[in-house]
C-alpha cells in the first residue's frame, strides 16, 4: 500500500503538535497517547476485579439463598405432610411416636386404633330409677327366619333403655303482678317472680339453653333457632339471641372481674393463647386457668402488656406456659411446657430428612432423637410424681441428673440452623425452668391442660368465624369464661346460666362457685 502524502508543513497551524498535516508525529503527543492508555487499560483490570469481587459475593448469596430455600421446602413439605398424613410407612416407621409399633418379632407395623391392649371398656351405667315399665309378649313368629313353630319360655329378659322427653310446645306463663308506688323515684314499681325476667317476653329457660348451646355446644345462632322452633316450638330470631348474650354479659360483669382476681391469686396457672378474628381485622384470644378457673380475653394485641393486664404486675403463682416471650415478665417461678418442646424437636427432624444430603447434618439427627426421648422421659416422671409412683424426696436428686444428662445432649454445636436454636435454648440460662414440676407438686411438665381449655375456642372460631363488634368481644370473653369455670366447679352450666339471667350478681356468683368459698 502506497504511503500518503501530506500537504506542505503549514506554519500557521495552531495545533501545530497534534495537526494531521504534519508529515510525522510528535513525541510528547504519542507519549501523552501511551500513557492514557495505560490508564485506560488499569482502569479496565479495575472494573474487571470488581466485576469478579461481585461474582463471589453473588456466589456466596446464592448459596446461602440455596440453603435457605431447602430448608423452606423442608418446612413446607413437613408441614403439609402433617397436616395431611399418608397412611403408609415412613423412614422412622420403627419409632413409636410416628404412629407405629414394633411387633415381637422386630418387624414394624401400624398401630391399631383404639384404646390401647388390656386397657378397660366403658360401659354405660344401669340407671338407678325406672320410669316405666312395658310389658313385651313373646312374638309368634320368628323375626329371623319367619316360622311360626315357636315355644314359649318362662324366663323374661329384661332391657333398659334410656331416652329424652321432647316437650314440642311453650310454657305460656301470665305473670300477675302487684304495683307501689315509690315517691323516690316517683314511678310505680314491681317484683319479678322467682323464674321471671322483667320485661322479656321469652323465659329464663329458653334463654339459658340457647346461651347454652352458643358457648357449651358451639352451635351457630340460626341453628339455635332452628333448635328451639322444630324442638320445643319456640320461635325466635337471630337478633332475639344476641340480646340474650348481651343481657347475660352484662349481668356477670362483675363476676368476671373477679375471676380475673382469683386468677392473679392462683398459686398454679396455665396460660396460653389463639387468633381471633373482629370484623375481619385480627385479634388473639388468651387463656388462662386451672382444674378449678378458666378465664378467656380477648384482645387486639399479643404483646406482654396485655398479660400484665390479665396476670398483674405483682403475680406470684407458677405459670405453665409455652417458650412466648410476652410472658416472660410475668412471675418469678414458671414451667416451660415439655410437650411443646418434643413436638419442635420431631417438626425438626422431618425438616432436616427433607433437606438433600449435601445440607444434612450429621449431628443434628441424633440429637433431636435423644431430645424426644430425655423430654419424653420426663413426661412420665412427672405424671408418677403426680400420682405418688414416685416419693417426692427423690425429686430433687432426679432434678440434678436430668440437668446433667440435658448438658450432655446440648454439649456439641449444630450447623442445622433449627436445631441449633434449639440447642441453645436448652442448654441457655432459662434451663432451670424445665424442670419447675420437681420443685413444686401440682405443677405440670407440660401445658396440655391450656391447649384442652382454648381448643373449643379454636372450634368455635371455625363456626361463627369470629365476632363482628366490640359488644361480641366482651360476650365472647365473659360467656365462655363463666361456661367452663361452672363445669370445673362441678355446676351445670345451664342452670347456673339460668340463675345468672334471673337472680342478682352475689346470688349467681354463689351458684357459680357451688355456694362455696
Known sequence: MPRPTYPPYDFTCPYMDNCPHLNGLSTTWVFGEYERADDVYHEHLRIIDNFRDALEDRDDRISILERDNAELKAKYQALHQRQFKANKRTKHADRQDDGYRVTSQGNSERKKRGAPVGHSGWFRPTPKKIDRTVSVPAPETCPHCGSNNLTLLPEITDHIQEDIVIVARPKVTLYQHGEAYCPKCRRAVMRAAEDEILNAPIGPVAK????????RIGVSYRKTQEILRELFGLDCVPASLVGFDRKAASNATAIYNDL?????????????ETSWRNDGVSHFVWYAGNDDLAFFHIDRHR??????????????GIMVRDRYAAY???GMDWQSCLAHIITRAKEIRREHTLLPNAERDTNAEPFLCRVIDFFSHACDMGQKLASGAISWQKAASIEKEFLKKLSNICKKPLRFKPAETLRAYLAGPEQ?????????????????QAEQSIRHMVIFRKICFGTRSESGLKTHSILPSLVQTARRQGVQPRVFLQTLLTADPAAAQAALYNNST
Open 432 to 448: 432451670t425452668f424445665l424442670f419447675t414440676f420437681l420443685r413444686h407438686p401440682g405443677v405440670p411438665p407440660t401445658n396440655n
Open 260 to 272: 380475673k382476681e382469683k386468677i392473679r391469686t392462683s398459686s398454679v396457672v396455665h396460660a396460653d
Open 303 to 316: 404483646s406482654a402488656a396485655v398479660a400484665k393486664a390479665i396476670f398483674g404486675e405483682d403475680f406470684a
Open 208 to 215: 339459658s339453653a340457647a346461651i347454652y348451646f352458643r358457648y
Open 328 to 330: 416472660n415478665g410475668i
